[in-house]
């Protein structure tokens, strides 16, 4: 997206609240098919823009290039799934213990 959509995108937004302020004021057809229609327009640009962003932080797009805020987990790696070492609890839902230990494996 350039400039000019996002300027797009300001404009839409301000032509439906400004319509929609007008049909509240004085209840209209005119009014309500304007905000309307200024609604449409900000749903196809957020719709382009939406798009842009996911674009922007796909994987794909970034091999290569250094992280620049990465997830540091509590055993400080960056990246991976959290290694769960400890049981948090020996019960299960209904508050018993289980005949076996509720341990969880390491699996690496």
């Given amino acids: 997206m350039n400039q000019q959509d996002t300027n ?3 404009n ?4 439906y609240f400004s319509n929609q302020e007008k049909l509240i004021a004085n209840p209209s057809m005119r009014f309500a098919t304007r905000a ?12 382009a823009l939406g798009l ?3 674009s922007l932080y796909a994987p794909s797009m970034n091999e290569g ?4 805020n990465p997830f540091i987990y509590k055993d400080n790696r960056m990246n991976g799934k959290y290694n769960y070492n400890e049981v948090k609890s020996d ?3 209904k508050g018993e213990r289980d005949d076996d230990s509720r341990s969880i494996i390491d699996r690496h």
């Fill in 52 to 54: 842009e962003l996911l």
């Fill in 8 to 10: 797009n995108s300001k």
């Fill in 12 to 15: 839409y937004v301000l032509e």
């Fill in 65 to 68: 290039k250094k992280i620049v």
């Fill in 91 to 93: 019960l299960n839902k």
């Fill in 36 to 47: 309307r229609k200024a609604l449409i327009n900000i749903r196809k640009v957020a719709l």
